[in-house]
C-alpha cells in the first residue's frame, strides 16, 4: 500500500503505507477502488499537483512545503479524487487566496 499526500515533512508526494500490522485490522477502503485506467490517470495528476505544490510552496518558501497553508494531509489527495469522480468523499481543507492563484 502507498499513499499520496501533502505531510508535515514539507512534501507532497507518495508515501508507505507505514501502518502497523494487525491482524484484526484489515486493509479496507472506504471509497470505491479506482478502475485500471483511472488508477493511471490518478498517478498522472499526482505528480502534477506534487510538482505544483513543490514549486508554489518554493517560490513562495513556505514553512513545511506548504503545510498547512496550501492544505493538510489527504487534501491532496482529495483534489484527485474530485477530478476523477468529479465528487469526494473526504472534506478538502485547501488554501485559497493567493496561495493558489500563483
Known amino acids: 500500500w502507498i ?17 502497523q500490522d494487525a491482524p484484526w485490522a484489515a486493509k479496507t477502503s472506504l471509497a ?3 478502475s485500471h ?3 493511471i490517470r490518478a498517478i498522472r495528476m499526482c505528480a502534477v499537483v506534487a510538482v505544483v505544490f513543490s514549486r ?3 517560490d513562495l518558501k513556505l514553512p513545511f512545503g506548504g503545510y498547512g497553508v496550501l ?8 483534489l ?10 473526504s472534506y478538502p481543507l485547501l488554501s485559497t487566496g493567493r496561495y493558489l492563484i500563483h
Do not use: W
Not at 492544505?71 to 482529495?78: E, F, H, I, R, V
Open 3 to 19: 499513499q499520496f499526500y501533502v505531510s508535515i515533512g514539507g512534501l507532497t508526494c507518495f508515501h508507505p503505507d507505514e501502518d
Open 32 to 34: 470505491d477502488v479506482y
Open 37 to 39: 485506467d483511472d488508477a
Open 56 to 58: 508554489i510552496a518554493t
Open 71 to 78: 492544505g493538510m494531509c489527504n487534501d491532496s489527495a482529495t
Open 80 to 89: 484527485i479524487d474530485f477530478a476523477l469522480r468529479g465528487k469526494t468523499m
